[in-house]
């Protein structure tokens, strides 16, 4: 999260670096395309996180820059050079694939070996004891990969792509089976190690937070495209759709009817209260919107009291459920034109919790907001569990 | 008051019942290996003065061992000999066709493999004659091979006897061995060739080997299981296979199989017979404990 890079989108490497760039990036299997010209460029250098569901490409994309799998059109390169039909084995690309796909006839230090041997590098040796003392895993040099948990295997996987320092390392959600502790530190380590050597990562995962923590980009996928693409906090805080908005984090989404431009804002009128929305944060202006608002941004004070905030005062919700998470209270607030809202508020210890039924009043700061075009689904991206 | 009784008795039947599931095994093995096995050995230390008519004594004549291997070591020698090349041949060909059937074949994968089980549908006997015809002195297959050279080369191998003929030289038992054993070495080559992970392979091109490098770092060394069930399921029978060298060949390409079996039906010298047939195992054995080992693979298939 350390620096924030210019949106990536659309501006061409300047020359003589590595970015790896995908233009209009398409596969397509018999009956399925699973990914729809995809745009990206990932700058040299940088931490970049794919996130998406369950089956929305981002192996297929990682597949198709490792060379594994040929796209179906568009190209690939790394800096000047293309690679779209390069083999494999010619690229300066390594991957940590999902699965471990680990070698089960040879042990972890020749498993670690591997890549290193292949391309005839002297003191072979070194780097691999140097890699297994960074994922923790010298004293298990000699077992074979069957005798391994999981979590081990995903770590001698981990070092046997990083070891030969690509230019790109793919990471095809490399901590899916560690425990928390395990995935917190390597996440660290992991972070560590990019910035040290300056590699190129391309970090696929499901937990938005790994995303959040690690990642200096993120691009938000969804059936085959990017939804969106910039920094963590960008993300979050200006989500472009609805999908956004609902997979990073949870979002209120309260229906308006747009009434235009003025100024530097957009005006939209919701449930009888006028909201303006600064523009770089309005993402349509006419017709019908959402006006977004993340929980933990909404006020919310006893029928009456004061509410320290600028904007229109919404009354006559009451509360349907409290939940205390330690930190902070998450309440459900039924509002009168029936719809609930989240409201997470911290516990600051300045009041007391609100219990079920209470009537309550709330409101946010505008600049807060965001307003999407409401011909999306507002539940898109919301994880079934 | 049962319950001793109860809790015990469940006990010694389970331990009953193992027994009773080995013994049709047991019971199998006794009638069809021990006792073959040891009237094989005592035939191999019958008095040769013997013979079918007037019976033969078992008198602990280990000399048989070394006048049959003094008399036939030529015929032994010659049939590991033809054994091995025919083994590396299937090896090779065997190889190349199970890899395209396991990973290239795609839809017409169980066509393929019924091809390779079909000749099994017909007697060994009759596609070992069919060769014959095949392989016959004015056939279109060696007017072919001469035509290519292939017999001069073949003759100046020593694989055959003159420059113009393919049968009854040793070229003719060897493809025969050749092709009887090959489906023996497909099998085996296949399971193992099959239940190797794409993704290993994979994985092995992302970490720079090219393909024949990975073939040579990954998937020879997952399917050495096949490799070494294949070989010793071709080996073992064609070194002592008769068959191939009587249809196929002449008399200076008997093999130890033809001795043995002259031995035993034409000459009526059990002792001799028997003496070689169990210098024969005993070598095989010994080649086949030696090979497993090299091959360092405990598990096999
Ligand atoms: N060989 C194939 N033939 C047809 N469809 C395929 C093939 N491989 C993948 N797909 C489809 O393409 C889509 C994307 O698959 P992909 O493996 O890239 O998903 P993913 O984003 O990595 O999901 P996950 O997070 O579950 O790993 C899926 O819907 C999958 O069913
Ligand atoms: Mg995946």
Known sequence: MSQVHEAPAGVSAPSGSRDLILKQLTKEYATFTAVKSLDLVVPQGSFFALLGPSGCGKTTTLRMVAGLETPTSGTIHLGETEVTYDKPYRRPVNTVFQNYALFPHLNISKNVAFGLERRGVIDVKRQVAEMLELVELTSQANKKPAQMSGGQQQRVALARALINKPEVLLLDEPLGALDLKLRRGMQLELKRIQTEVGLTFVHVTHDQEEAMTMADTIAVMNQGVIEQMGAPNELYENPKTTFVANFLGQSNLIGGEIEGRDGDHVKVRVQGALASIPTDRAHSESGKGWLGIRPEKVLIAETGQPIDAPGDVITGGYITDVSFVGVSTQYMVKMPWGQELMVFEQNTGARRMLPVGTKVDISWRPEYAFLLDASQDAKAGIEEE | ?301
């Open chain 2, 1 to 301: 008051m049962a319950t001793l009784d109860d809790v015990a008795s469940p006990k010694a039947k389970r331990k009953l019942t193992g027994y009773w599931l080995i013994l049709p095994g047991a019971l199998w093995l006794g009638a069809f290996f021990v006792i073959p096995f040891y009237s094989l050995i005592s035939a191999s230390l019958f008095n040769p003065k013997g013979s079918p008519l007037t019976g033969y004594n078992m008198s602990w004549h280990f000399h048989n061992f070394v006048s049959a291997i003094d008399q036939y070591h030529a015929e032994i020698i010659r049939s590991l000999v033809y054994a091995g090349i025919a083994t590396l041949t299937c090896l090779v060909v065997g190889y190349v066709l199970a890899y395209a059937i396991a990973f290239k074949a795609g839809r017409w994968q169980n066509l393929m493999l019924v091809m390779v089980i079909a000749p099994f549908f017909t007697s060994f006997l009759l596609r070992t004659l069919s060769w014959k015809l095949i392989l016959s002195d004015d056939g279109k297959v060696v007017s072919f091979a001469n035509w290519i050279h292939l017999t001069n080369v073949l003759h100046w191998v020593h694989l055959t006897s003159t420059d113009d003929r393919l049968l009854a030289t040793p070229f003719a038992v060897i493809a025969g061995l050749t092709y009887n054993f090959l489906p023996f070495m497909v099998l085996p080559l296949y399971a193992s060739l099959e239940k190797i992970d794409i993704r290993l392979i994979e994985a092995s091109s992302d970490l720079y080997a090219s393909p024949i490098r990975g073939f040579a770092k990954v998937t020879f060394p997952l399917s050495l299981p096949g490799v070494v069930a294949g070989t010793l399921l071709t080996f073992i029978p064609a070194a002592g296979d008769y068959i191939n060298a009587t249809l196929l060949g002449d008399p200076n390409t008997r093999m130890v199989g033809n001795v043995i079996q002259g031995l035993f039906t034409t000459q009526g010298d059990f002792a001799n017979a028997g003496a070689l047939s169990v210098i024969l195992m005993v070598i095989i054995v010994g080649m086949v404990l030696v090979y497993v080992r090299t091959a360092g693979t405990e598990e096999l298939v």
